[in-house]
């Protein structure tokens, strides 16, 4: 059944029939509850595809979820920020769509091609590039957008991230408290702008604390399990060993500790460990990681406020926040060299 036949049912215009539909106003609520109890008892829905050749709109966003060759599908953190999206639309009645893009595409043709479709209204991007050309391509085509972390690109867009610099100053100051003086420190080996962030302010704390930085100590893996592993083998084979480990992601703590196991050393007794961006995967870790802790959720739903801000309140400035992180002790951390 389409509209023009609910409309001749009900004996009314479909004018009438679409205001009801849609919860639009000048429709007697007698009137409306008649067309909504005969559309679900007929089985009608409405055309979206000719909606969205009126409004000149798809009432669909995207979130564009990371792809990588070593990672199966994608982190799991993101699957939790996915689930505060998906609450957050619900509500504004927009369907959110997960594409994955390309594992390690430097043209990110899928992107390109969702834009120059317009199969979306608007879409959210991660795994933001030191220089990301994501965002200036997305500028261009004016397809409204929100970095989920920031790049230096010199551009006024829309992102929200995690505190890169000041949690890896307060972790940095909190192993030197505990009289570390030589941190290793595991980050992205690629060009993720959070992993380059955390490397530039691990080595400017140990410098305003005195204490010198040696490059040899950056391990620089792919940020999951099996990076975790190399940089457990590496560690290892450092000398002399640090007594404290810095992981960017606590993802990478399921491989460390696994090697650590191995060579019969644990996190904690051994050699302290704590993790920058919690991984709701190594909660079962023991000793549980000393880790950096967040509301993933509400991150999610404030990425969907400003997507939307930024698709229905383009006057507005674009959000530019740094989302709060707060320290979680765990017992990885508890080693006192």
């Known amino acids: 059944m389409n509209i023009r036949d609910l409309a001749k049912h009900l004996n009314i215009s479909i004018g009438t029939v679409s205001r009801a539909l849609n919860g639009r106003p000048y429709v007697d609520p007698d009137t409306r509850a008649r067309v909504l109890a005969a559309a679900a008892e007929f089985g009608y829905t409405p055309s979206f595809a000719g909606r969205s050749l009126r409004e000149g709109t798809t009432g669909m ?94 551009e006024s867009y829309s992102w929200i991230d995690f505190d890169m610099e000041g949690v890896a100053r307060i972790a940095v100051e909190r192993l030197v408290r505990q009289g570390h003086r030589r941190i290793a420190l595991a980050t992205l080996a690629t060009d993720v702008n959070y992993g380059s962030l955390t490397v530039i302010e691990y080595r400017e704390t140990l410098v305003r604390l005195g204490l010198g930085v040696d490059e040899n100590v950056i391990v620089r893996v792919e940020p999951n399990e099996q990076g975790g592993y190399v940089v457990g083998d590496r560690w290892l084979q450092m000398e002399p060993r640090p007594t404290a480990i810095l992981l960017a992601n606590e993802l990478m703590a399921i491989g460390l500790y696994k090697r650590l196991a191995e060579a019969g050393l644990a996190a904690g007794r051994d050699v302290a460990v704590l993790a920058i961006i919690e991984e709701p995967l190594a909660r079962l870790l023991r000793p549980q990681v000393t880790r950096f802790s967040t509301d993933l959720q509400g991150l999610g739903f404030r990425l969907g406020e400003a997507l939307l801000q930024a698709m229905r309140e383009s006057d507005k400035p674009p959000v530019q926040e740094l989302w709060p992180m707060y320290l979680t002790v765990g017992d990885s951390d508890s080693l006192r060299p």
Not at 88 to 112: C, H, M, T, V, W
Request: proline fraction near 4%; hydrophobic fraction near 50%.
């Open 61 to 154: 966003v995207a979130f564009m979820l990371p792809t990588r060759e070593a990672i199966l599908v994608a982190d799991t953190i993101f699957m939790v920020v996915i689930e505060g999206l998906r609450r957050f639309f619900l509500g504004q009645k927009l369907d959110l769509l997960i594409l994955l893009a390309e594992p390690d595409s430097a043209d990110f043709s899928y992107l390109r091609r969702v834009a120059d479709r317009g199969l979306v209204d608007g879409v959210i991007i991660a795994d933001i590039q030191v220089q990301d050309p994501r965002i200036d391509y997305l500028m261009q085509k004016k397809l409204p957008f929100v970095a989920y972390g920031r790049s230096q690109t010199q």
